[in-house]
Structures are given as structure tokens and as C-alpha cells.
T-cell receptor
Framework: QKEVEQDPGPLSVPEGAIVSLNCTYS??????FMWYRQYSRKGPELLMY????GNKEDGRFTAQVDKSSKYISLFIRDSQPSDSATYLC???????????????FGQGTILTVHP | DSGVTQTPKHLITATGQRVTLRCSPR?????VYWYQQSLDQGLQFLIQ???????AKGNILERFSAQQFPDLHSELNLSSLELGDSALYFC?????????????FGDGTRLSIL
């Protein structure tokens, strides 16, 4: 079993839809949660970063963390064709661990927003 | 633009050869990370350096090595290359080496082994 599970999709939605992307994880030592967006032939771009349970909002993006269920989500409101990309969840352990520099990624979800 | 620079963008070489990938971190970042992205394994952590010293190691093959220089740029050396080493190699950087610092990625080097 992978430490971080993410449905690879692909996910296709019409412009203006609300998109929900999800990851589950198994390691309780994971304390820092990120969402990255990756366009074709580009590096991952940091979208959201949080370390506590609850919601964090930034424009059209909302990151949600539920540590008790080991479940994280990214919601995209009013989705645009320019949001078409691969979305990767990434999780890090608490600073005291020996792998504290390491990001563990989900497989990524391919999202297409069509006009 | 993340501010992380990787060169070259694309490398084509043959099995058994050796290559060097280069990374310049964002200005002010002391920590550099290397990741490998392949279709079947996704993004996998290889190694982290902080201010010239190795800080954490992932599933990096013995044929691979890295270092971070006094000017903070880093190089990833891949030797005795095999077909399975074909992948995207990303460098990321962060201000420090601690967990609560986000990592910012370059656009990667695409390595093709023929």
C-alpha cells in the first residue's frame, strides 16, 4: 500500500464547475500538507500549504485537511480551462523525523476543464 | 517562474554513460532537494542537501550521487545509466531544511536513455 493514495482520474469537467480532488494517507507522522499544480513539461507549482486540520482558502482554491480521517482535499471553484493540469498532493513528516525534508507525493490527478 | 533553475532541459544519452544535472536554488534558499518523476512511480524523493551537507536520503540508487557546493548550487550525478533511468529529474529548494518550509520546484531535466 502506498503511503499517499490519489485517484489519477482523468477528471473532465465543464467550465465553471466545482472540482474536488482528494488524497488519503496512512502515516500519522505526516503533519504538513501541500497541493501542487503541474502543467505539461513544467515543474510542480505550489498552490496551497497547510499544517492544521480545517480549511484554508486562497482565491478560488480551498484546501481541507482532516487528520483524524487522514484525508485531504482541494476544491476549485468556478473552474477555468487554464486550470487544466495535473494536481499533486504532497505530504511531509514532522520536523523531528529523520525524513523531514522529504515530500511524499500522490500519483496526481489529471484535470481537464473544457469550455 | 519559481526561481529554481535547472540545466540542461533535456539530455539524450546511451546506456552505460554518465551525466550531470545541475540546479541553482532560489536566491536565499539554503536547502536543495532532488526528485525523480516517472510514469509508473510518480514523483519520488531522492536526496536533500542543506548548506552543503547531506540532510536526508530517499530511495536513491548507489549509481546516483549528489552534492551541494559553497555557492549553494547542486549537481546530481547519474552513472552506469540504464534504460529505466529515463525520467524527469526535478530540483526543489526551500529557505531552510526544516519541515515547515514549502519547497519550490524547477522545470526539470528530461533524461532519455537510448
Amino acid at each position: 500500500q502506498k503511503e499517499v493514495e490519489q485517484d489519477p482520474g482523468p477528471l473532465s469537467v465543464p467550465e465553471g464547475a466545482i472540482v474536488s480532488l482528494n488524497c488519503t494517507y496512512s502515516n500519522s507522522a505526516f503533519q504538513y500538507f501541500m497541493w501542487y499544480r503541474q502543467y505539461s513539461r513544467k515543474g510542480p507549482e505550489l498552490l496551497m500549504y497547510t499544517y492544521s486540520s480545517g480549511n484554508k482558502e486562497d482565491g478560488r482554491f480551498t484546501a481541507q485537511v482532516d487528520k483524524s480521517s487522514k484525508y485531504i482535499s482541494l476544491f476549485i471553484r468556478d473552474s477555468q480551462p487554464s486550470d487544466s493540469a495535473t494536481y499533486l498532493c504532497a505530504i511531509k513528516e514532522y520536523a523531528g523525523g529523520t525524513s523531514y525534508g522529504k515530500l511524499t507525493f500522490g500519483q496526481g490527478t489529471i484535470l481537464t476543464v473544457h469550455p | 517562474d519559481s526561481g529554481v533553475t535547472q540545466t540542461p532541459k533535456h539530455l539524450i544519452t546511451a546506456t552505460g554513460q554518465r551525466v550531470t544535472l545541475r540546479c541553482s536554488p532560489r536566491s536565499g534558499d539554503l536547502s536543495v532537494y532532488w526528485y525523480q518523476q516517472s510514469l509508473d512511480q510518480g514523483l519520488q524523493f531522492l536526496i536533500q542537501y542543506y548548506n552543503g551537507e547531506e540532510r536526508a536520503k530517499g530511495n536513491i540508487l548507489e549509481r546516483f550521487s549528489a552534492q551541494q557546493f559553497p555557492d549553494l548550487h547542486s549537481e546530481l550525478n547519474l552513472s552506469s545509466l540504464e534504460l529505466g533511468d529515463s525520467a524527469l529529474y526535478f530540483c526543489a529548494s526551500s529557505v531552510s531544511g526544516t519541515s515547515n518550509q514549502p519547497q519550490h520546484f524547477g522545470d526539470g531535466t528530461r533524461l532519455s536513455i537510448l
